[in-house]
């Protein structure tokens, strides 16, 4: 699936995110918030890589920039969230292992 397919089916269900593929443990989704991202910490290793859009990632105590193509990881259970990203922000996120994550 294209990003540019994903990114209509997740506007037609009006939500920031929205799953669209799942294979045993790994779930994807496709990400855009509007405007501020609200989202809390996961009980899953995530994974994004960023489509489109730049800004600041925060994950925590780290506030790095981001930009097109770039791979994000979070451990389970690390507070995270994207700040002063442009309008065009959108990722593919994905989840992946056991809860409370894999073992480094």
């Given at each position: 699936m294209?990003?540019?397919?994903?990114?209509?089916?997740?506007?037609?269900?009006?939500?920031?995110?929205?799953?669209m593929?799942?294979?045993?443990?790994?779930?994807?989704?496709?990400?855009?918030?509007?405007?501020?991202d609200?989202?809390?910490?996961?009980?899953?290793?995530?994974?994004?890589?960023?489509?489109?859009?730049?800004?600041?990632?925060?994950?925590?105590?780290?506030?790095?920039?981001?930009?097109?193509?770039?791979?994000?990881?979070?451990?389970?259970?690390?507070?995270?969230?994207?700040?002063?990203?442009?309008?065009?922000?959108?990722?593919?996120?994905?989840?992946?292992?056991?809860?409370g994550?894999?073992?480094?």
């Amino acid at each position: 699936m294209t990003p540019a397919v994903a990114l209509a089916v997740l506007d037609q269900a009006r939500k920031s995110s929205l799953g669209m593929f799942k294979h045993g443990s790994l779930e994807v989704e496709i990400f855009q918030p509007a405007g501020i991202d609200t989202q809390t910490p996961h009980r899953r290793d995530e994974l994004c890589v960023v489509i489109s859009g730049k800004g600041y990632f925060v994950c925590g105590d780290t506030r790095q920039p981001f930009g097109p193509g770039e791979v994000l990881f979070v451990p389970a259970g690390t507070p995270h969230h994207f700040e002063d990203f442009s309008r065009d922000f959108s990722a593919w996120v994905m989840f992946y292992g056991p809860q409370g994550g894999e073992a480094a």
